[in-house]
């Protein structure tokens, strides 16, 4: 191989390998906001259900009382 033939196969390589790392980089970008959400999800839950602790540990207080 002479040099003109390498380096045009080191620039094509570079190109696909450019638009590979970009494409990843779009899908990291969606699997973080999807992360994100999930855990959005999860404090909601945990808020909830401290919620409906409270809720029948005041329950519980009022029937004692």
Known sequence: MNTETLKTNFNNQLKETEGQVAK???ELEKLEEY???LQGGLETLE???SQEEEAAE????????
């Open 24 to 26: 990843l980089k779009g």
């Open 35 to 37: 992360k994100l959400k």
């Open 47 to 49: 808020l909830l259900s």
């Open 58 to 65: 005041t329950e519980v207080s009022v029937v004692e009382e």
